[in-house]
């Protein structure tokens, strides 16, 4: 029996739909409408889409957004002076560099400039301690997204042996620490492989859960995938195809028409785990402003 699509954009609206309410609480109750500032350095097409596509989200949940844009050669000096004054300005309850950035700026001294208490990515030194001890924090977009993808889609985590593909700190760690800590939506057996393993396909044959984070296109095949086993496809590939406008399309790291036959439940690319990282930034932006009110 085919598996069961785990659509991420339905699950994602749901979530923007919940933001959109309690911020409409917030500004009832407290006059405080959550902030989002952006930093985007140099003319990545890639990047500049990214931003608008959160812009366009922080319009939907009645968020205030503010974009700024720098060339590609603006200083290091530049960058960190920006993101000390939205630390300062109360209207502003998250910040977010949109990554990746040029390489004479350097991108661990940028998220390392950002509050604590505006870093809604979660990429902070601190965020990612509280994350590792089980302290309340923002956690990263993705992971986060990925633990919601699977609750909503009563998928209980608990007990299950969940088996990690890549080990970035923007998705493979985090995951990895937000499935094992005791407690509820959580309490996984975590196994985190990577591509330097001899048989990467005896670990993922052992998944109850398996999330595939390694960007490349359709690397795990079906006969990497044990009978029944949920899939998490967090790639995002671009692959040739002459039949369509733009000349590629998206695959996602796992090779989706053979692992759906196997798989319990699989998410697609698109319309899987994409959507939920936009989601789950505007949930992190709104627990920023709460805070404030607290």
């Known amino acids: 029996m085919p598996a069961t699509i785990i ?3 339905a699950i994602a609206a749901t979530i923007k739909d919940e933001v959109r309410r309690d911020t409409a609480l917030l500004k009832e109750r407290h006059d405080v ?16 889409s990214y931003v608008r596509s959160k812009g366009r989200a922080c319009e939907y949940v009645g968020f205030h957004s503010h974009t700024v844009e720098r060339p590609a050669d603006c200083s290091e000096a530049d960058v960190l002076e920006q993101i000390d004054a939205w630390n300062t300005d109360p209207d502003i309850h998250g910040i977010l ?12 001294k940028v998220i390392n400039a950002i509050s604590p208490r505006k870093d809604v990515d979660g990429f902070h030194p601190i965020s990612v301690g509280r994350l590792v001890i089980g302290q ?3 956690r990263p977009c993705t992971p986060a997204g ?24 923007i998705v493979g760690k985090p995951i990895a620490n937000i499935l094992l800590q005791k407690a509820p939506g959580a309490n996984a057996i975590v196994t985190v492989a990577h591509t330097a393993a001899a ?8 998944a109850d859960i398996l999330i595939a984070a390694i960007g490349r296109p359709r690397a795990i095949t079906a006969d990497m995938v044990k009978q029944g086993a949920v899939v998490i ?15 590629y399309r998206l695959v996602g790291d796992v090779d989706f028409d053979a692992v759906k036959e196997k798989a319990s439940a699989i998410t697609p690319v698109p319309r899987g785990v994409g959507p939920m990282t936009i989601a789950m930034l505007m949930q992190n932006t709104l627990h920023a402003a709460q805070r404030t009110v607290r």
């Open 199 to 206: 048989d990467l396909a005896s670990l993922t044959r052992q």
């Open 7 to 9: 659509d991420g954009a």
């Open 136 to 138: 309340e924090t923002f």
């Open 233 to 247: 496809d967090v790639g995002i590939n671009q692959v040739p195809d002459a039949s369509t406008e733009k000349g």
């Open 146 to 169: 990925i633990q919601e993808l699977l609750l909503r889609s009563g998928i209980d985590p608990s007990g299950k042996h969940v088996v990690v593909v890549g080990r970035s700190n």
């Open 33 to 48: 409408t959550p902030g989002l500032a952006f930093l985007l350095v140099g003319d990545n097409p890639a990047s500049r």
């Open 97 to 108: 560099v949109q990554l990746p950035l040029p390489d004479h700026i350097d991108e661990n």
